[in-house]
């Protein structure tokens, strides 16, 4: 079975913390694609990363760095230095095979002023 | 258009009513996918479209939900005799290739059933 558990449903920060947000993926297929979205609140989803499961190499960008780890089956994504702005519902996904993506429950990042 | 359209933003039906939601993809795309958003939950998967393929209707949560896609572009979901179980956020989104690429989403409909 293919499952995604995102076990922080709700974080709040104060701003220039930083934060990671956790993701935990099961999948049977050797073959698989991770995903990180960002939901703010006007709903759209906004795509973040897009890693496969042959490339463990962590990536940096700007404020947002992830962690791919195969050993525990994580996906962790860290944001430096958080904004407001950075407030929104984070949504990690799994795409294994050739099969529609898997999404987690989301995280909910409040950060305060 | 640039990005993913859906319509209508908010709609509210009565118990037992048909409705339909449209999704407009980005111009190019061959893939097209239904989630659904309902609260506290995730998404979750309903159809997907893949150019002239039959679709993946493995989501679909029973009969009274069905998709069509049109000239391998504008699609409809349509939920027929909806139930209050039905009240969600259906999101819709496209990609230019296979199901492994990026998805870009709509802003979705808001479904309330009263």
């Known amino acids: 079975a293919q499952k995604v558990t995102q076990a922080q449903t709700e974080i709040s920060v104060v701003e220039k913390e930083d934060v990671t947000l956790d993701c935990v993926y099961e999948?049977?297929?050797?073959?698989?694609?991770l995903f990180w979205y960002k939901q703010p609140p006007s709903g759209e989803l906004v795509f973040l990363i897009r890693?496969?499961?042959?490339?463990?190499q962590n990536e940096i960008s700007g404020r947002y760095s992830w962690n791919f780890q195969k050993s525990t089956s994580s996906f962790n994504f860290t944001i430096t230095a958080s904004q407001v702005v950075d407030s929104a519902v984070y949504f990690c996904a799994l795409s294994p095979g050739n099969t529609p993506l898997v999404f987690g429950k989301g995280t909910r990042l409040s950060v305060i002023a | 258009g640039a990005g993913v359209s859906q319509s209508p933003s908010n709609k509210v039906t009565e118990k037992g009513k048909d409705v339909e939601l449209r999704c407009d993809p980005i111009?190019?795309?061959?893939?097209l996918y239904w989630y659904r958003q309902s609260l506290g939950q995730g998404l979750e998967f309903l159809i997907y479209f893949q150019g002239n393929s039959a679709p993946d209707k493995s989501g679909l949560p029973s009969d009274r939900f069905s998709a069509e896609r049109t000239g391998g572009s504008v699609s409809t979901l349509t939920i027929q005799r909806t139930q209050q179980e039905d009240s969600a956020v259906y999101l819709c989104?496209?990609?230019?290739?296979?199901?492994?690429?990026?998805?870009?989403f709509g802003q979705g409909t808001r479904l309330t059933v009263v």
């Open positions: 890693r496969n499961s042959f490339d463990e």
């Open positions: 999948t049977r297929d050797t073959t698989y694609y």
């Open positions: 111009s190019g795309h061959t893939a």
């Open positions: 989104a496209s990609s230019i290739g296979t199901l492994n690429t990026e998805a870009f």
